[in-house]
C-alpha cells in the first residue's frame, strides 16, 4: 500500500538486524502494538506476557529485572523509579492495615519514614529490634507478623545484619524476610541464599555507580511474592525508564571491579582514621574491633565501599569536616566512582529526633564516607586536611 508523506513521516519502517547486538537496546517506547485483541487483552494480566505498556513492563527494563535476579539468585525482579520506590512497593504491596511488622531499628531513614507512616495512618504496628539478637525476633512475633525486614549492612553505623540467624527465628516460615542490600550489592553478599524472600536496592547507588541514575530494583524468591507486589506497583506507577535502566545495566558491567576497589580503599581510610587522634571511633565491618567483624566474615565477601566515624568535636565538627573536603564531594548519595561525604545526623537521617538517632546508633558528631574508586593516597591526603580543618 501506498502512503502520501504525512502518513510516512508516522510510520517510519523499523529496523530489524540480523545480528546480535552486544549492548542491551534502548527500547525506548511507551507503546507496543498488536495484530490480535486477544494478545492484547492477555497481555494486561501477565507479569510474563506480552510487551504493550512500559508501565507494566518494557524490553530494556526486563533486562534490567532479569540482569539483578540473576545475580541475587530470585526467580524474578522489578525494576523501580527509585530506591524508595522499591521500597515502598514492597512493604505496601506486602502489608495491610492491622499486619505486624519487625524491622531492625538501623534503617535508612526513608524506610523509617514509611514505616511510621503505615504505624499511623494505616493502623500496621511496627516493632523495631536491635538487628543482633535472634531471640529478640521471636519474642516479637505475633500471629499477625507478616514481614521482617533487615539491612545487609546498615546505613550509616556500617551494623552487619546476622540474616541466617534473624530470617530463621521464624520457625513457622510464614513471615515474609526482606532484605536492603544496597550497601553490600550482589558481589558481596546474596540474601536469598541465607533465606530472605525479597531483596531490595537502590540501583541509584552501586548498581549504578556514576551518578547519572535514579533507579531501584526488587529481587523476589518467589513467583508469588513476586506478582503480589507486580500487581501493586503497576497501579502504584513508579516503574522505572527504559534509559535509567539501560545506564543502570551499563554501569553494572564494571560493578565487580568497582566494588574490589572501593572496598580496598574503604579499608586504607579505616585503618588510618581509627589511628587519627581527632577520630572517636570508626564504622567499618573489615576492622577487627567492629561489633559485627565476625558475622561480617561470615556474610560478606569483604567490608564495603561505606565508612562511618565519629569526630571527637561533635556536631560542629562534622558540619566543618564535610566542608573542608575538596577531593571528595559533600552529596547525599554513594555508590559512586567519586568519594562522596555526608552528615547522616542533618541530612539522610533528618527526619529522626534525638531520641530516634541515638536509638540508630548515630551521634552528632558522625561522618559517613562512600568510597570511590580514586587513588587512595589521594583520598586519604584530602581527609587528612579537612581533620585538620575540623579540629
Not at 568535636?313 to 573536603?325: D, H, K, L, P, Q
Amino acid at each position: 500500500m501506498s502512503f502520501r508523506p504525512e502518513t510516512r513521516t508516522v510510520h517510519p519502517p523499523l529496523p530489524h538486524p540480523g545480528n546480535t547486538p552486544l549492548g542491551v537496546p534502548i527500547y525506548q517506547a511507551g507503546q507496543f502494538s498488536f495484530d490480535s485483541a486477544d494478545r492484547l487483552a492477555a497481555a494486561f494480566g501477565d507479569p510474563d506476557g506480552d510487551f504493550f505498556y512500559s508501565r507494566y513492563s518494557n524490553p530494556t527494563v526486563q533486562a534490567l529485572e532479569e540482569a539483578v535476579t540473576d545475580l541475587e539468585g530470585g526467580v524474578a525482579g522489578r525494576a523501580f523509579a527509585s530506591g524508595m520506590g522499591a521500597i515502598s512497593a514492597v512493604l505496601l504491596g506486602l502489608v495491610s492495615s492491622g499486619d505486624h511488622v519487625i524491622a531492625q531499628r538501623r534503617l535508612y531513614g526513608g524506610t523509617h519514614a514509611v514505616l511510621t507512616d503505615l504505624a499511623r495512618r494505616w493502623g500496621v504496628e511496627v516493632t523495631l529490634v536491635s538487628g543482633d539478637d535472634p531471640d529478640e525476633v521471636r519474642e516479637a512475633l505475633r500471629p499477625t507478623t507478616r514481614l521482617l525486614y533487615l539491612e545487609t549492612i546498615a546505613n550509616p553505623t556500617t551494623h552487619v545484619a546476622d540474616l541466617p540467624a534473624l530470617i530463621s527465628a521464624d520457625a513457622s516460615g510464614g513471615v515474609v524476610s526482606v532484605v536492603d542490600n544496597t550497601f553490600a550489592s550482589p558481589i558481596l553478599c546474596r540474601p536469598i541464599e541465607h533465606g530472605a524472600d525479597v531483596v531490595v536496592h537502590s540501583a541509584t547507588k552501586f548498581l549504578g555507580g556514576h551518578a547519572d541514575i535514579v533507579g531501584g530494583v526488587a529481587v523476589f524468591a518467589s513467583a508469588e511474592l513476586h506478582r503480589r507486589v507486580w500487581d501493586y506497583s503497576v497501579e502504584q506507577g513508579a516503574t522505572t525508564d527504559p534509559f535509567a535502566a539501560w545506564l543502570t545495566l551499563r554501569g553494572m558491567q564494571t560493578l565487580a571491579l568497582r566494588m574490589e576497589r572501593q572496598c580496598a580503599n574503604a579499608l586504607v581510610l579505616a585503618e588510618r582514621l581509627a589511628d587519627h587522634p581527632a577520630v572517636a571511633r570508626v564504622y567499618y565491618p573489615d576492622l577487627p574491633d567492629h561489633p559485627d567483624y565476625a558475622t561480617a566474615r561470615r556474610l560478606l565477601s569483604a567490608g564495603g565501599g561505606v565508612l562511618a566515624f565519629d569526630l571527637a568535636g561533635g556536631r560542629e565538627a562534622g558540619r566543618a569536616f564535610i566542608e573542608a573536603v575538596r577531593l571528595a564531594a559533600l552529596t547525599p548519595s554513594l555508590g559512586d566512582v567519586k568519594t562522596l561525604v555526608l552528615h547522616p545526623a542533618s541530612t539522610s537521617h533528618g527526619q529522626l529526633d534525638a531520641e530516634a538517632l541515638a536509638a540508630a546508633g548515630i551521634g552528632a558528631g558522625m561522618v559517613r564516607i562512600a568510597v570511590g574508586i580514586e587513588h587512595p593516597e589521594d583520598l586519604w591526603g584530602d581527609i587528612e586536611q579537612a581533620l585538620a580543618t575540623s579540629a
